[in-house]
């Protein structure tokens, strides 16, 4: 079946400007994460979703990010005011839940390429 | 916290030599351990897993034991190919939410 899907695959804007990172996770996976993986440090997680609500928002590097999931299913990351250091690679992954709020394995989209200039 | 460390890379091998690319990690409770694999220019794929202590994760050839007397999950194959030339990130996942925590990834090359 389909895999995680995201979208645009690459973005370059200027600094300043306000980016929209789109993710389509796998139908049914009521799970979605955000993970960013940048040169300097590694792969971090961003934020979780069960459903529409985010019980864990604690990898957000500042207020300058926030995401949203809307129908249990597509998320989107808002960059605003960006900086040169949020350029990276930008996962999206989803999964299962099991029983107890406990995740089954999460698949992983393509990235999108962020490059602020 | 929770935290992974990786052996650092780059990892250099000769076509059918053995590989260990070791992993320790730091947790609290019962954590699931993966191993997962990015290929040049590809995203990122789940190799493995283990979800308790002593399970033993497998695939391609790939092994992992979930070692909870030494926090080890170390990955292993008994001889590698070219194809195996890759970014490889050992990770746990806690109790609850299902966040993953990275290590810093070891790069794999295997020359013929």
């Known amino acids: 079946g389909a895999g995680v899907s995201q979208s645009p695959s690459n973005k370059v804007t200027e600094k300043g400007k306000d980016v929209e990172l789109r993710c389509d996770p796998i139908?049914?996976?009521?799970?979605l994460y955000w993970y960013r993986q940048s040169l300097g440090q590694g792969l971090e997680f961003l934020i979780y979703?069960?459903?529409?609500?985010?019980?864990?928002k604690s990898g957000l590097p500042s207020d300058r990010f926030s995401a949203e999931r809307t129908g249990g299913s597509v998320s989107t990351l808002t960059i605003q005011r960006t900086q040169q250091e949020d350029s990276a690679v930008y996962l999206c992954?989803?999964?299962?839940?099991?029983?107890?709020?406990?995740?089954?394995?999460?698949?992983f989209g393509p990235g999108t390429r962020l490059t602020v200039l | 916290g929770n935290s992974v460390t990786q052996m650092e890379g780059p990892v250099t091998l000769s076509e059918e030599a053995f590989l260990t690319i070791n992993c320790t990690y730091t947790?609290?409770?019962?954590?699931?351990l993966f191993w997962y694999v990015q290929y040049p220019g590809e995203g990122l794929q789940l190799l493995l897993k283990?979800?308790?202590?002593?399970d033993k994760g497998s695939n391609k050839g790939f092994e992992a034991t979930y070692r909870k007397e030494t926090t080890s999950f170390h990955l292993e194959k008994g001889s590698v190919q070219v194809s195996d030339s890759a970014v490889y990130f050992c990770?746990?996942?806690?109790?609850?939410?299902?966040?993953?925590?990275f290590g810093q990834g070891t790069e794999l090359s295997v020359k013929p």
């Open positions: 992954a989803s999964s299962f839940l099991l029983g107890g709020g406990r995740a089954d394995t999460q698949y």
């Open positions: 139908s049914g996976h009521t799970a």
């Open positions: 979703f069960q459903g529409n609500s985010a019980p864990d």
């Open positions: 947790a609290t409770g019962y954590p699931s």
């Open positions: 283990a979800t308790k202590a002593d």
């Open positions: 990770a746990l996942r806690g109790n609850q939410g299902g966040k993953l925590i």
